[in-house]
């Protein structure tokens, strides 16, 4: 007779803030000056060890950001190691579907594409567009990348490792319907910086 295997125990399962109330405090505080200061790289700290390919930064921020409320959707290699820990610590719904999320993880920027199959709101409720968590190599406040918009005084450039080389074009074409779009918050390591639907991203 063929065993299925038993649900991971709590035991099991890696810990997720060590000071839950502090650490979602202090972390949200940043994500809102990353989202006001597009462009702006914020550092995210509190002791966090989550199951790998999840990074410390992505991590952070869905302990501070999902809950029973905000479906989520997780590629392969995420879904694979961490979605009993997403589950547990976050308290949130997966799905398999991507334009049912609120939020998607990404262990690598290639496995988001294409951007079309994320909710990105209607006219009426733009508010519903998803906000991407997506992992890149890394994150540099100089480069190649002019953001221009709302919070950002005359422009700002920075430098994203990692992304797919058509990656900005497509993320035009999908907010191409503002307010309607996709929020992006792009992680490495332990930075992280939010590109809102509202910025404009021309590469240099």
Do not use: K
Not at 27 to 43: K, W
């Amino acid at each position: 007779m063929t065993r299925l295997a038993a649900p991971a125990t709590r035991r099991e399962i890696p810990p997720g803030f060590a000071d839950p109330v502090f650490d979602a405090q202090s972390i949200f505080r940043h994500v809102l000056t990353a989202m006001s200061e597009p462009g702006t790289i914020i550092h995210i700290g509190g002791e966090l060890d989550p199951p790998s390919p999840l990074g410390h930064a992505s991590a952070a921020l869905a302990l501070t950001l999902m809950d029973f409320e905000t479906p989520i959707w997780l590629d392969g290699p995420v879904a694979a190691a961490a979605s009993d820990w997403v589950r547990f610590h976050c308290g949130a719904p997966l799905t398999q579907t991507e334009s049912e999320a609120t939020f998607a993880i990404m262990s690598e920027a290639p496995n988001c594409l294409p951007l079309t199959r994320f909710n990105r709101g209607t006219d009426e409720y733009p508010e519903h567009g998803a906000t991407l968590i997506i992992q890149v190599v890394a994150i540099e406040a100089e480069g190649t990348l002019s953001l221009t918009g709302p919070g950002i005084d005359g422009s700002r450039s920075i430098d994203v490792i990692g992304m797919p080389q058509d990656f900005w074009e497509q993320r035009a074409q999908t907010n191409s319907l503002f307010p309607r779009g996709v929020d992006l918050i792009l992680t490495a390591a332990e930075v992280a910086v939010a590109i809102p639907r509202t910025t404009f991203v021309e590469p240099m």
